[in-house]
């Protein structure tokens, strides 16, 4: 889910990897708010209240406008299932509420799709890491920071009540029976912690995305609108003596996609990896016109067609 609920809390590096077409985006977490604190009529989380049972959407009410200088975060409800990990995939309902105006900018109980996301600096804001770790799974998190609900509005201080539904330990690789190779145009083969490396392709270049799989998963079908975790290596058609990225390398460990379908990501990923199960690891041949296409990108050429090796590490949402 890459909505509003988390357009502030997730961390630019979603947007900026290698397989990402944003522009950068401004670090919204240190804007200001657009109502200064003398116009406050509310000025805590203190001041703040959430009715409702959690699993069900909440109702947030304060006196309106709400600025708060620093972030903050309280547990209203302490949940009872195990503390929230680092590395781990979060699944929670997310509720935005303008302190501006004091009115709910939009949550994912309606939507009926809770957000995903891993628990990693480098993927989401250390807010909401800070926020989350240590907390039990079936909490409710009462959470403030000032930015802008969506990029090009006004600042202002946002109030986030986070339902923690579920968290899982992604895999590290594909795990799953390893399938025939021989109709792939690369071959895949593999180092012993996992990374892959591929022949030179056979034929000619496609001009439609492939999609083939040299390890079948156990796990559940991407479903499109789910929050996955990927490790994925990429070359150049033309070259794959040496990956142009690779999140193998440095230690970088998962990327998350979110959501599949309409991520922040090439349209190939967004196609290619509904459907993959779990488990699994695909190669994705993917044509320019899904890649990167006329203007290419630092290290790839225009129109060039791209090989990714991927392993579905988790799918959630």
Known sequence: MRTKVLAVIAAATLLLSACGQGEEAEDATSAPPSVSAEDAKS????????????GEKPKVSFDAPLVIDKTGKSVISAGKGDKVAEGEQVTAQMTLVSGTTGKEIESSYDSKSPAGFPMDKSQISEELY??????????????????SAQQGQPAQTLVYVIDIEKTTKPLTRAEGKKVDQSKNPVTVTWADNGEPSI?????????ELESYTTIEGEGPKVKEGQSVAVNYS????????KYFDSSWQDGRGPFAVDPVGQAQVIEGWNEGLVGAKVGSQIVLVVP?????????????????TLVFVIDVLSAQG
């Open 43 to 54: 000025t805590s989380l203190d001041d703040v209240t959430v009715e409702g049972k959690v």
């Open 234 to 241: 990429g070359w150049l058609w033309d070259d794959s003596s």
């Open 199 to 207: 022949s030179k392709p056979k034929g000619k270049a496609p001009k």
């Open 288 to 304: 320019p016109d899904k890649g990167y296409g006329e203007q290419g990108r630092d290290g790839i050429p225009a129109n060039s």
């Open 130 to 147: 800070n926020a989350l770790l240590d907390t039990k799974v079936g909490s409710r998190v009462l959470m403030s920071l000032n930015g």
